[in-house]
């Protein structure tokens, strides 16, 4: 990893790491939001 391609090879590594991280996120954001929605129909249909 030596000279200018290198330092390309580890900004693609940082954008890799980025970017799973991310998908991470966003994917635990819609469970969230979806465990939340889930929650609120079986209130509903328990209140029935």
Do not use: C, Q
């Not at 200018?4 to 991310?22: N, Q």
């Amino acid at each position: 990893m030596h000279g200018p391609a290198g330092g390309h090879a580890v900004k693609f590594l940082y954008a890799a790491y980025a970017a799973t991280w991310i998908i991470h996120i966003l994917y635990l954001g819609s469970l969230v939001r979806r465990y939340a929605t889930l929650r609120r129909e079986i209130d509903e249909l328990n209140r029935k």
